[in-house]
Every structure is written in C-alpha cells, then in structure tokens.
C-alpha cells in the first residue's frame, strides 16, 4: 500500500466543545482523575501535569472552577481558524485568489504534475513569480521536484 492510502485527511468541521463537559470532566477530580477538562481545552501538558499532581495539590483544580468557561471558549476558537472552510468554497481561478491558490488549482485541474512552463501557461505568470512560487509551494510542503522518466524534464508533483 502506498503512503497515500494510509493518509488520513483532516475533518472539515471543528468538534463540537461544552462548558457542562468540561465541568463534568472538572468534576472528575472528586474520583482522583485531574486534569481531564485540560485535554478537552486542548492544553495536554498541562492536564498531565493535573494528572501527575492531583491538580497540583488541588489549588490549580479549584482555579480552573473559574477559568473553565474561558478556556473552552479559547479552544473553540482556536479551531474555528483551523477548520475555516467556505460553504461553496474560494473561487480559485485564474483571475482570483492569491498565486498559491491559483498554483494550486491548476495543479489540481491538471492531475497534480506540471511543468515550470505549464505553470506559467495556465496560471499568466511571469516566470521570475513562476519560479518564485515554484520554490515557495516546495518551502511550503505542498509540492515535490522530480525528473520526468522519460525526458528527464524538471516536474512538479502536488498534493492536491
């Protein structure tokens, strides 16, 4: 199987967060477990440190009596920014988006391998930006150089 079958893709909705869960988990501490409502907020180093401390001697379990309803909404707004999708989705044509969302696309419509100079064609680009973009999609993760097999061209493969 290749690396790409095993590739798990990020749900596209936050999960949902509550206060009354976290407070529920808070309430744990009663049974020895602390720290729990720290993993739920996100903050695992510091809900294994509760964990380890029995709340650090239970001062910082009472603190978080009062911190909870802000910590959750802390979280939830962290992954609000990290889930942000559109309902139908930026328009990422030729025309629009910025040029690694255009770089993107193309690439996408064109099987995920390109060429600098398809680049160039598909997106209107000068080729110093091509290059620019090129190299800044590679810092970026999102794609990879290889040689063509057959002609040994420089090639650009996409994870799209």
């Not at 809900?47 to 603190?63: A, D, M, P, S």
């Not at 992954?79 to 996408?108: C, F, M, N, W």
């Not at 419509?109 to 064609?121: C, D, N, P, R, T």
Request: proline content about 6%; aromatic content about 12%; some cysteine.
């Amino acid at each position: 199987m290749s690396q790409s079958e095993h590739r798990q893709y990020p749900q596209t909705q936050p999960p949902s967060l509550s206060v009354s869960v976290a407070y529920l988990l808070w309430s744990l501490s009663f049974l020895g477990l602390c720290g729990l409502q720290r993993f739920y907020v996100g903050q695992p180093l510091v809900g294994l440190l509760y964990l380890v401390t029995f709340g650090v001697c239970g001062v910082g379990q009472f603190i978080d009596l009062f911190l909870i309803p802000g910590l959750v909404d802390r979280h939830k707004t962290y992954l609000r920014g990290r889930y942000l999708t559109a309902e139908k989705g930026p328009d990422l044509s030729p025309a629009s988006g910025t040029p690694i969302h255009r770089l993107l696309q193309v690439a996408k419509e064109h099987g995920g391998v390109l060429s600098a100079a398809q680049v160039a064609l598909y997106t209107h680009l000068d080729p110093q930006t091509v290059e620019e973009l090129l190299f800044e999609a590679q810092r970026l993760g999102y794609a990879t150089v290889f040689n063509d097999p057959e002609t040994g061209a420089v090639r650009y493969r996409f994870d799209v």
